[in-house]
């Protein structure tokens, strides 16, 4: 009976302090736009997903992370040809007789289609990010932890999560 209750106690101590992680956390609204996207975070407005940074890894969650690092990096890239095309643009316009040459428009073409791909690819990586984060910080989750102690034991522990 004694043991029963101690199982309790500690079932009941994990799950406070495992409830306890996500509660100083908001969840993140988007409101999109036909010519920008908005996002809201615990009463502030901000017009770049770069200032979600902070909250989206605080949360400490290995897939939030590496989706965003991976929107920042599809980012980089975008603009990078954005500005390769910028400077074949920027070439044209002082060597006239190259604007009319097929090679030109094919490369400026292409290079405006991939700059669109990474650009697409991007918001829906962050999308996903974002959706996780909701979840996390949102929703009720049973799962399991397993964690080693500093003697190199294993300890699982079950838990259930609610924000209310």
Partial sequence: ??????????????????????????????KKGVFSTKYFYNGQ???????????????NDSEVTRDFNKFKNSMKTAKAIGLIS??????????????????YWAILGTAGLVAAFF??????????SLRRYNKIVSGT??????????????ILGVGISHKF
């Fill in 45 to 59: 407005t901000f017009e770049s997903p770069y200032g979600l940074q902070i909250p989206l890894m605080q949360v």
């Fill in 141 to 154: 989750e049973l799962g399991f932890q397993y964690d080693r102690t500093y003697y190199g034991n294993g």
């Fill in 119 to 128: 650009n697409i690819r991007s918001s829906i990586i962050l999308d996903r």
């Fill in 86 to 103: 910028s400077g074949l643009s920027l070439y044209a316009l002082f060597r006239p007789d190259r604007r009319n040459s097929d090679s």
């Fill in 1 to 30: 009976m004694k043991f029963n209750l101690l199982i309790f106690f500690f079932v009941g101590f994990h799950f406070n302090s495992f409830t306890q992680s996500t509660k100083d956390f908001h969840p993140i609204e988007v």
